[in-house]
């Protein structure tokens, strides 16, 4: 009896040990793997700003060549609920370890061809055109690449830190943001203007190829997560996943869209616009603009996490609204520090803005995931995240270069912002908070 007993422990503590060992490897391939997806997408966004407009657009105008170069960034926007409704009906049928795996692939390789693309100069309407597609190609990857990610380390770990695990996928826009702007600093700093308009922008995009051999030897090594394997043993699997959720959590679908309306759209005026603004408004480096979102990026790798915990510790509506209202007060004051403002000024609105930003989007993660069953939840979840895309952040630099033109004052885009933060709030109202809830199968979601 004693050594049955023995046996059994033993047997208990390897399951436990094989367990804590693949919630580690599901949160850092959860982590890693957004990182080299957003590390390809924020070095479009910055070169977007910096580079793309004289080299596919000469001819153009200041002002005409950025909205055409801030166009071809929104088609990524508009692919990603594309991405979402492909990858979210393969993710929830034949799970998220596979899928996760194209979706690093088809983002690692558009990316790198972007480094090979010859400008227009050399190969004429061509080079915008290609632009264009391995734009849509970079959105339908990162749209499926975000709720598979989240849902490998959520959906493995303790549940009662869904929030925390689910910020490692969140993780990885930081950390992305870091190595593909930190790339684009060091070189501009070290390059002549000239050398790295014409070639040294390039060198980021061709390591792809290095970080996706690096992504896919990780997320090869991990298992498939229980709360999917336990649908696909209960048989409840939908033979047509996205458009379940559509039917049946179109509520929660649209209301996870407008929660991230104050996230996602001054989100990207943070990071992309700010560069093209700030450049023309003071005439100040690049390099200053690219090391102050630098600071910021590296500051939420800390703060993403922290506010995760938070909203596992006091929900998730709680610390998320706060953080909306935070982003609505900053509005005014951004960019009348971004206009009138010296260096140091400036340097600390770009880092505020990043705090107020990492208070959303860290407890978002849980926050949308948690608003659909397992066997819809790939597809769901995804379609929620990436609706805003199309609505809030692809048009968002785009919309701020013309207000700005119209208006000739910046604070059409504190305006702009505002009116994001009363879309979240409102949905915010609405949208039901599951933080302490059981999100298996078998429990109950509203219809």
């Known amino acids: 009896m004693v050594l049955g007993r023995n046996e059994a422990n033993k047997v208990i503590d390897k399951q436990a040990t094989e367990q ?23 070095l479009y966004n ?13 001819a153009s105008s200041t002002y005409a060549g950025a909205m055409q170069s801030f166009a071809t960034y929104a088609v990524g926007f508009a692919a990603r609920p594309v991405g979402a409704a492909i990858f979210g009906y393969w993710g929830d049928r034949i799970g998220r370890k ?44 990162i749209g499926g690449e975000w709720s ?39 070189l501009s700093f070290l390059l002549s203007d000239s050398a790295f308009n014409s070639w040294g922008w390039r060198i980021p995009f061709l390591l792809s190829f290095v970080l996706v051999g690096i992504g896919l030897v990780i997320r090869l090594r991990i298992l498939e997560t229980p709360m999917f394997a336990e649908a696909v043993a209960k048989q409840q699997i939908s033979r047509n996943p996205v458009g379940d959720a559509i039917k049946h959590h179109w509520r929660e679908i649209l209301l996870s869209a407008g929660l991230r309306f104050s996230e996602q759209m001054p989100f990207y005026l943070f990071t992309s616009y700010v560069l093209v603004y700030v450049v023309a408004e003071h005439h100040y480096s690049k390099t200053f603009v690219l090391n102050a979102v630098l600071v910021a990026s590296a500051l939420e790798l800390f703060l993403i996490p922290f506010f995760s915990q938070l909203s596992d510790r006091y929900g998730r509506k709680t610390i998320y609204l706060t953080g909306a209202v935070l982003t609505g007060v900053l509005a005014f004051p951004y960019f009348a520090i971004l206009q009138d403002g010296g260096q140091v000024a400036i340097f ?17 993660a849980a926050f949308i995931g948690e608003s659909f069953p397992t066997h819809l939840r790939y597809g769901g979840a995804g379609l929620g995240y990436q609706l805003a895309s199309v609505f809030a952040g692809g048009p968002a630099p785009l919309l701020a270069t013309w207000l700005l033109h119209v208006t000739g004052t910046p ?37």
């Open 46 to 58: 910055t070169a977007a700003a910096l580079i793309f407009p004289q080299l596919f657009f000469p």
């Open 148 to 186: 598979g990610s989240v849902l490998l380390a959520m959906e493995w770990g303790d549940q009662r830190k869904r929030g925390l695990l689910g910020s490692f996928a969140q993780i990885g826009v930081p950390f992305g943001l870091v190595l593909g702007t930190g790339g684009m600093t060091l």
């Open 98 to 141: 596979v899928t996760l795996v194209i979706t690093l692939l088809f983002m690692g390789i558009a990316s790198a061809l972007v480094g090979l693309l010859p400008g227009a100069g050399t190969i004429g309407i061509a080079a915008p055109l290609i632009l264009v597609a391995l734009r849509l190609v970079q959105g339908i990857a």
């Open 411 to 447: 604070f059409s885009i504190s305006a702009y912002i505002v009116l994001s933060v009363i879309v979240t709030v409102l949905c915010g109202a609405f949208i039901v908070e599951r933080s302490r809830s059981d999100i298996s199968d078998h429990a109950t979601y509203a219809r």
């Open 348 to 364: 600390l609105i770009i880092i505020a803005s990043m705090v107020v930003h990492a208070m959303q989007y860290g407890p978002q």
């Open 20 to 42: 804590r060992t693949q919630v580690r490897r599901a949160a850092v391939a959860s982590a890693i793997g957004t990182t080299i997806e957003w590390y390809d997408f924020f």
